[in-house]
């Protein structure tokens, strides 16, 4: 348990490893934002189809 609490103060103190981790982590979220908004109501513009 200390190790791991040792990794995240040297990640919370070391700036470039901090915005790395955190764009790591915001890559994934804006997959999953995108993927979400093309599923999410499949069927709410069929109406406009001819």
């Known amino acids: ?3 791991i609490k040792g990794e995240w103060n040297y ?16 890559i994934p979220f804006l ?5 979400l908004k093309s599923v999410w109501d499949p069927y709410g513009e069929t109406g406009k189809l001819r």
């Open 1 to 3: 348990m200390n190790m």
């Open 11 to 26: 990640i919370r103190h070391n700036r470039l490893i901090l915005i790395s981790v955190l764009a790591i982590m915001f």
């Open 31 to 35: 997959y999953c934002i995108f993927f």
